[in-house]
């Protein structure tokens, strides 16, 4: 509520004015800003009237406080081991707006903006993130959000050179890490034999077409 005391010759009269437009209606002593708004943000003065003149009040401001707000939500990522992984958040409110993001619950030392980047994504960069948001008038914070690390396949184990009998049986068997489900292609002279969620081939009966 905005109210000022004039004196002088009666009747007085009064228009109010913000950033230099004149309120339809506002023409009392006081003025009330009712469940303001940003949009209410801005300058405000009166013009005071009568038979013997006029005097305009000095102009005041109107900051509206906006508790922090998120308007784009953190989002779960999937990023490939040795890329750059970037996981942000979008808030509205009064500014400034101050951001702290946290790893499997715990703070990020220095992840205090709100674009949270890795350099070079490795394993142990996966889990749950999320980040909390505050201002002069309140406090936020995003969902929880999952990044997932894709590695690539690596053999821990490989095949080796064998000789066997004919009518032996080969078995031909690997060991590889990496992101679930592997695939196994198996391949006889660079032509797929093949293929699915074994890392083991036997053969039976073998025979020099073998």
């Known amino acids: 509520e ?3 005391i004039a004196g002088g010759s009666k009747p007085l009269t009064y228009q109010w004015y913000k950033d230099g437009v004149f309120i339809e209606g506002a023409i009392d002593a006081s003025y009330v800003v009712g469940s303001a708004t940003d949009e209410d943000q801005g300058s405000y003065s009166v013009l005071v009237v009568n038979r013997g003149g006029n005097i305009e009040s000095d102009a005041v401001s109107l900051m509206v406080l906006t508790p922090v707000s998120v308007t784009k939500d953190l989002e779960s990522v999937t990023v490939s081991e040795g890329d750059v992984a970037r996981l942000s958040v979008e808030a509205g409110g009064t500014r400034p707006i101050s951001y702290q ?44 959000a999952n990044l997932s690390v894709s590695v690539a396949p690596r053999l821990l184990r490989s095949i080796e050179d064998q000789e066997l009998l004919a009518g032996g049986a080969l078995t031909l068997q690997v060991s590889a890490s990496g992101t679930e489900p592997l695939t196994y292609n198996w391949y006889k002279g660079g032509n797929l034999y093949s293929s699915g969620a074994d890392a083991e081939l036997n053969i039976a009966g073998l025979t020099e077409k073998d």
């Open 101 to 144: 993001w946290y790893y499997g619950g715990t703070r990020i030392q220095g992840a205090t903006e709100s674009v949270y980047k890795i350099g070079t994504v490795d394993e142990t960069h996966r889990g749950v993130y999320q980040v909390k948001m505050f201002n002069e008038v309140g406090r936020a914070s995003s969902v929880e």
């Open 2 to 4: 905005f109210a000022v």
